[in-house]
């Protein structure tokens, strides 16, 4: 979704649908005309910054705490593209590791932080060298049919005092794909089935 176009209001919508003004020296039109300018640009250099922060994040950071988290208090937010690597065993796939580029904010200070996904689960800051490494996921199904599940995962170990320091919870949500494929396979065999994610990242307070 993209962020909703910039609207403006009263004189200065008006404005935008009326015909050029005449260029007649010193008309009354024109002086008008030269005084509406600047409140349009005032007014869209005002608002645009809401652009920066993506639709996502507006929808995901409604508020500072969840009710999954009681004594937690939400501290970034991340948007996941990667994919979920299987593995051949006993003729069935199953999970070796998710693999996934995150990208998202941090909520105080606000900033555009990035992060990777991998083996443990664990995510790991590029930025800061932060890092956190969950356990004891607990499941709920996806709202996204033919996904993987979406989780509350509590932390295990955390490294450095970055964005993944001290985290205490993280939650997967608004899952779509990355579920193994149901076809039998051959010993050995490896695929990655693509997915995406939102993830949550909390700290006590």
Partial sequence: MTPPPIVFSGDDARSTNRSPARRTTGSSNDNRAAKRAPSVTTRATTRAPT??????????????????TPGNTLTSVFKAKGVQVYGCTDAKW?????????TGITLNPVRVVSALHFRGPSWESPDDGSLVEGTAPVPAPSDTPNSIQQLLITAKTTRGPGVFGDVTFIQRLSTVGGVAPATACTAG?????????????????
Wanted: charged share 20%.
């Fill in 51 to 68: 652009s920066l922060v993506p639709t996502w994040n507006r929808i995901f950071v409604r508020g500072r705490s969840d009710a999954a």
């Fill in 94 to 102: 199953t999970l070796i590791e998710p693999a996934a580029s995150l």
């Fill in 189 to 205: 065999a490896t695929t990655a089935v693509p997915y995406q994610a939102v993830y949550r990242f909390f700290k006590k307070g």
